[in-house]
């Protein structure tokens, strides 16, 4: 069985690279090809969703090391020189947005779903309110839509799926010991563990790798048919450090592809990010396809009313009524502001997190895992057929 799996999802990679550019042409985007794919395979497979529900855990270290690949890849291709200038509008995303957003999930949660306590809606909340950039790459590598925009939603997307874990370690915690209670020096610790040693961490590794690649090259010690696993062993070997040490390895990777975008030299640069995004890509469309699967048989039968308006509602109002605040006295326009809104896709980030909790014993575990997949699942669909409509929307602007 494990065989005809394979070549299945095989079939679906041919299929997939065939006929990429008439997908494209129809708004169907990688990941929803793929999680499609992955619900097909289920109902080919109708009887094997028990034993997936005994290996899923294994697949979060997987996922975990393509988000930090994604991650590191996004910030090497920053431009620092456009953030200089509107770096204001990813900070109003991060520290005035994100809150709000995670506010609102909040309160829609515990109105929406009267068996889930405070901390379990909270929990709901956090785990949707990281974005996933990747899921927008083709408004991101659209030179129809203003730099502004596309490096602050990359900038925004990078940090806050390291901004929101420490956050999501305490409602973990106090969800797992529901009568303990976490002092505010506690709560710090937490912050400055994972944020500040994790940037400690992005420092000194790039520090060393910089200058290491620039020795090899200058003596040719690597081929070019090893150059992608470069940037690969990099990030994955960032992640796993700042991991093992309590830190978040999602902020460290994203800041070291800050630091190696800044520092390293600009005629390799380009050419060893597209090389070990390539393999990152084909892990995350394989990841997309298990997703799918998964969605069949966990998500699918347990569907409610409620879980669907909170899905519609996580995935459009809860995110674009906080982003039209917190930018509500800048210089952008109101569809500038309404992009930036618009594009908080749920992600990796999201899947991590939610596995995360599924692998505890906290009490309504499995209904916060199907809230949070399905939020995911609509939004894979709603912002993949959006992409290249709104970014074809500033071309026609600017004729």
């Avoid at 390291?162 to 710090?188: H, W």
């Avoid at 347990?302 to 996580?314: D, G, P, Q, R």
């Avoid at 899947?351 to 699942?377: G, H, P, R, S, W």
């Avoid at 290249?388 to 602007?397: L, M, R, V």
């Amino acid at each position: 069985m494990e065989y005809l799996v394979i070549a299945f999802i095989g079939l679906l990679f041919l299929i997939y690279s065939i006929s990429i550019r008439q997908l494209e042409r129809t708004e169907i985007t990688g990941p929803m090809f793929f999680v499609l794919g992955g619900g097909l395979l289920a109902w080919l497979l109708p009887n094997e969703g028990q034993e997936l529900k005994t290996g899923i855990d294994f697949l979060l270290p997987l996922i975990e090391l393509t988000l930090s690949i994604f991650l590191f890849s996004d910030a090497a291709k920053s431009k620092l020189g456009v953030l200089k200038h509107s770096f204001q509008y990813p900070s109003l995303l991060l520290f005035v947005a994100l809150p709000l957003t995670l506010l609102f999930g909040i309160g829609c949660a515990l109105f929406l779903f009267s068996d889930l306590s405070l901390i379990q809606a909270s929990l709901v909340a956090i785990i949707l309110t990281p974005t996933d950039a990747a899921l927008s790459k083709g408004l991101l590598a659209s030179t129809k839509v203003p730099e502004k925009i596309r490096e602050g939603i990359n900038t925004e997307s990078g940090l806050n799926d390291g901004l929101c874990v420490p956050v999501f370690l305490i409602f973990m915690l106090l969800a797992k010991n529901p009568e303990s209670a976490i002092t505010a020096s506690q709560t710090l610790g937490v912050f400055s563990r994972e944020l500040g040693l994790a940037i400690l961490i992005a420092i000194a590794a790039t520090g060393i790798f910089i200058p290491l690649l620039n020795f090899a090259m200058k003596r040719h010690y690597f081929a070019q048919n090893t150059s992608p696993f470069l940037l690969l062993g990099f990030a994955m070997g960032v992640f796993s450090i700042a991991q093992y040490c309590h830190a978040s390895g999602f902020i460290a990777v994203f800041v070291s592809g800050l630091l190696f975008d800044q520092f390293s030299k600009v005629e390799i640069k380009k050419e060893l990010i597209e090389d070990s995004e390539h393999i990152a890509d084909f892990t995350s469309l394989m990841i997309w396809c298990l997703f799918g699967f998964v969605c069949a048989y966990l998500v699918i039968p347990k569907l409610s009313s409620e879980i669907v308006i909170y899905a519609l509602l996580s995935t459009t109002i809860i995110r674009i009524l906080p982003v039209m605040v917190s930018l509500q006295f800048t210089a952008l326009t109101l569809k500038e502001r309404f992009t930036f809104a618009w594009f908080g896709p749920r992600g990796l980030a999201s899947i991590v997190f939610t596995l995360m909790v599924i692998d505890t014993k906290i009490e309504n575990k499995y209904d916060i895992a199907t809230i949070a997949m399905t939020t995911i699942l609509f939004s894979v669909f709603i912002h993949g057929i959006s992409t290249k409509p709104i970014a074809d929307s500033f071309a026609k602007q600017s004729k």
